[in-house]
């Protein structure tokens, strides 16, 4: 659907919607993440919590541990707030580690690592690290799990209103987010989604550029994560500056920014987290099969993948027998449909960008890339992880969603 532009500015657009997410919600949080979006996000929404009388706000932000120590002074900044009641969650949790292939997920917090924890568990007041608080957790809780559990926690059953920093202009999967004719809507209104139960999320700010981000800032004195002045000195783009925890498939590319502007930081990441300084190394690399795949001398696709899969310890190449099974099989049964007899070693690139050919060259790039969940071969997630993915991805500013099904 094409976009349609209004003559209101999107700052008064932001402020008419949270007076409406105000006026029919008695319960509201938002979710923080310490990035310029959320920030200025939280004080927009503080600005009117103290107009309707609503003060303190809630505010929901999850310690991922393995973060840059600017982001946490900027979180204890906020959290510090009269005007604010936090929820700092530091809680042991599993998260993707795209940079792995013997380790495609990781704990933060882990109990049993404090020794090599990457920063010591803060001691602000609002910090959660007690697993006995929520009454839902436990231990290795999937992030994008825990997201949901929380909503329906706070919520108590009753109607309730997460406010989330996600904009359209950041991907297109944060474009479909909002103009997606198949989510389920708070009275209509296209920047709200149903969570769960009674919860539903809404993006007051999903028409923003990253321009007027900064200029709000700038205008309003809003406060702002420090890091990106160190990103704006080591020549980051504003599009490209990003504070989130660097292991995910997509997020990776942004490792070197640890070594770069957090030297201290970066260590302590190294030691903690497996495979981080190979994905500083190779995420930008063909050797992860970014842009194009080199054959080692010898070698058809299909005969690489086939080697790929016996250099993996045997529960990860498994995991990957299973889908990559599924995906030839699929396209076996659609050979009268697609045209395609059998399983060509490599086909048009188009075609296979858009995933709309089959082949042995596709098989690789997912292999190398530690494309864990086979996005690359039109997979996805279960439909429930997918539906915590998706709650993760509009908490995060980072995390790419999906909107396929499970398996072609």
């Not at 997410?21 to 004080?43: A, C, E, T």
């Not at 799990?145 to 909503?151: N, S």
Request: hydrophobic share 35%; charged share 25%; aromatic share 14%.
């Amino acid at each position: 659907m094409p976009k349609v532009f209004k003559e209101q500015n999107v700052y008064d657009a932001a402020n008419e919607r949270l007076d409406i997410i105000f006026k029919n919600f008695k319960k509201v949080y938002v979710s923080f993440s310490g990035g310029k979006d959320s920030s200025v996000l939280l004080q927009l929404a503080l600005k009117k919590a103290k107009e309707h009388n609503r003060l303190p706000l809630d505010v929901l932000f999850i310690d991922l541990e393995g973060q840059y120590q600017l982001t946490i002074e900027h979180i204890e900044e906020m959290m510090s707030l009269p005007e604010v009641r936090g929820y700092w969650v530091a809680l042991p949790l599993n998260l993707r580690n795209a940079v792995s292939q013997a380790h495609p997920y990781w704990l933060c917090w882990d109990p049993d690592k404090k020794d090599s924890w990457i920063r010591p568990m803060p001691k602000h007041p609002t910090v959660i690290s007690d697993p006995g608080y929520f009454p839902f957790f436990r231990q290795g809780t999937e992030f994008e799990e825990f997201i949901v559990d929380f909503a329906e926690w706070f919520s108590g059953g009753k109607p309730t209103a997460c406010l989330v920093a996600i904009r359209t202009e950041e991907s297109l999967n944060r474009y479909r987010t909002i103009k997606s004719q198949k989510k389920v809507r708070f009275k209509d209104y296209g920047w709200s989604t149903l969570v769960t139960g009674n919860v539903y999320n809404f993006y007051p700010i999903y028409d923003w550029k990253v321009q007027d981000i900064w200029i709000a800032t700038g205008k309003f004195g809003f406060k702002y994560n420090k890091l990106y002045d160190l990103m704006h000195l080591a020549g980051v783009s504003l599009k490209a500056m990003r504070i989130c925890q660097p292991y995910g498939d997509d997020q990776r590319k942004g490792l070197y920014l640890f070594k770069l502007l957090e030297p201290e930081t970066w260590a302590k990441v190294v030691a903690r987290v497996e495979g981080a300084n190979f994905g500083n190394r190779y995420s930008g690399n063909i050797a992860l099969g970014n842009r194009k795949v080199l054959l080692p001398p010898g070698h058809t696709y299909r005969s690489y993948a086939k080697f790929l899969l016996k250099s993996m310890p045997p529960h990860i190449s498994e995991h990957y027998r299973k889908r990559i099974f599924k995906f030839l099989n699929w396209w076996r049964k659609a050979a009268k449909e697609s045209g395609y007899k059998s399983i060509p070693d490599f086909a048009d690139p188009k075609l296979e960008s858009t995933k709309k050919a089959p082949s042995w060259r596709r098989i690789c790039k997912v292999l190398l890339r530690n494309d864990y969940h086979c996005y690359g071969l039109s997979f996805s997630a279960t439909r429930f992880q997918y539906e915590r993915q998706l709650q993760a991805a509009l908490y995060d500013d980072n995390i790419n969603t999906r909107s396929k099904k499970a398996a072609r």
